[in-house]
C-alpha cells in the first residue's frame, strides 16, 4: 500500500469492516509486498474504525517497511496488538 493505492485500499478495508459478520478480525498483510506512510495510516485508520465500531481487530504478516515506519512513528505496539 503506497499514496498511490491507499484511497482505494482505504475505501476497501472500510468496506469489509462493515459487512463482516460480528466478532474480532485479522487482516493478513503477508501478501502486500509494498508500503509507505500512506499505507500505515491506512492500516491505523483501520484500527480506529474498527475501535469505533467496537470490533477488535489485529494485522498479521505486517511488512517489515510499515514496522520500521510504526516503529519510528511510535505506534509499532498499537499495529503489534491492534485493537
Do not use: N
Not at 482505504?10 to 487482516?27: D, K, N
Not at 499505507?39 to 510499515?66: N, Q
Amino acid at each position: 500500500m503506497t499514496f498511490a493505492t491507499a484511497r482505494a485500499a482505504r475505501r476497501q478495508g472500510l468496506a469489509v469492516l462493515r459487512g463482516a459478520s460480528a466478532g474480532a478480525l485479522e487482516i493478513d498483510c503477508g501478501a502486500v509486498s509494498l508500503a509507505d506512510s500512506a499505507g500505515l495510516a491506512v492500516l491505523l485508520d483501520w484500527l480506529s474504525a474498527a475501535k469505533a465500531a467496537g470490533r477488535k481487530l489485529r494485522y498479521t504478516h505486517l511488512p517489515e517497511d510499515v514496522v520500521a515506519l510504526a516503529r519510528i512513528s511510535e505506534v509499532d505496539e498499537l499495529l503489534a496488538h491492534g485493537v
